[in-house]
């Protein structure tokens, strides 16, 4: 059973929650691609896989003070949580837009989704105890490269990677109090994240597996391999490495340590990371430890 993890954030750290870090397989341990990143009053999410809704009531936040949805690309298993967010939360107490930033067709999803749901709307609508027309309104914004985001404090960066004939696919850099979290999305290796990750706290990649297991040679592959994420991390040198959205964890470790030797783990969902002068995280992974625990990275 999994524990409810959430607690206050302090107003100079990042707190990144692995809600989901499985693949479009389903599996009952590893819930579709989502990240939640809580920041200076915010809560942003990162792709909205299959279950993130439960994860988040896991985590003791309430769907409906999602403050942003942020989509690296349209892939099902990146995006099919979406209705459960977006109605659940109108249904617990929205009453502003969603707002949602994506790559093109982001917009033409949303306003088919209103579509596709017509029917619920409708009657949620209706007398006696009607919902906040407002809040079932979806905000689609369709992005390019660049700072999508500025709050003043709070500010997020999307950049383009590669994710084979997905085009375009984007990861995406959090910045605030100094410091940063980047998530890469699905992408090979790819220069341009690394130029965008400089300097970065904590650094989120996939890796769909160790390239020996991936029989596909790699001029096929449309994700990261174990190898490819290594590199990057050794490039980057955050103070904590991820790896996510592996479809198989055997040799994940090794690879990795084959190209990095600084501080990381493997994603599992529930995890949290903490981003501050030091980042720190909780949760299980069989990357640098064996056990539960609270780590600290400098």
Not at 19 to 45: D, H, K, N, Q
Not at 77 to 89: A, E, K, M, N, Q
Not at 101 to 109: L, N, Y
Not at 178 to 194: A, E, M
Request: some cysteine; charged content about 25%; glycine content about 10%.
């Amino acid at each position: 059973m999994l524990d409810n993890i959430s607690t206050a954030t302090p107003s100079d750290q990042m707190r990144v929650t692995l809600l989901g870090t499985g693949t479009p397989f389903p599996s009952a341990e590893r819930f579709g691609s989502a990240i939640l990143v809580e920041v200076a009053g915010t809560r942003f999410l990162f792709d909205c896989g299959r279950g993130v809704v439960i994860r988040l009531t896991q985590c003791e936040v309430d769907p409906k003070d999602i403050d942003g949805l942020f989509l690296t690309h349209l892939h099902s298993d990146h995006v099919v949580g979406i209705p459960d967010l977006w109605l659940s939360g109108w249904f617990l107490g929205r009453t502003k837009p969603l707002p949602i930033w994506g790559p093109p067709g982001t917009r033409s999803m949303a306003d088919h989704l209103v579509q596709a749901f017509g029917f619920d709307i409708r009657i949620r609508q209706a007398q006696p105890d009607p919902l906040p027309a407002k809040g079932v309104e979806i905000d689609a914004k369709e992005i390019e490269q660049g700072e999508i985001y500025n709050d003043g404090s709070t500010r997020v960066s999307a950049f383009l990677v590669d994710h084979g004939t997905v085009k375009p696919a984007f990861g995406y850099r959090v910045d605030c109090a100094g410091h940063s979290v980047v998530i890469s999305g699905d992408t090979k290796f790819c220069q341009n994240l690394v130029d965008f990750a400089r300097g970065a706290d904590c650094l989120i990649h996939a890796a769909w597996s160790a390239g020996w297991k991936n029989s596909a040679p790699p001029s096929k592959r449309s994700i990261a391999s174990a190898e490819d994420a290594g590199r990057v991390f050794a490039i980057v040198k955050p103070k904590l490495g991820v790896v996510y959205h592996y479809k198989d964890e055997v040799g994940l470790e090794d690879t990795v340590r084959k190209e990095y030797k600084g501080p990381f783990v493997i994603a599992r969902d529930l995890m949290v990371i903490n981003v501050g002068e030091t980042v720190t995280w909780e949760g299980k992974s069989s990357a640098d430890a064996t056990s539960d625990g609270d780590k600290s990275r400098r």
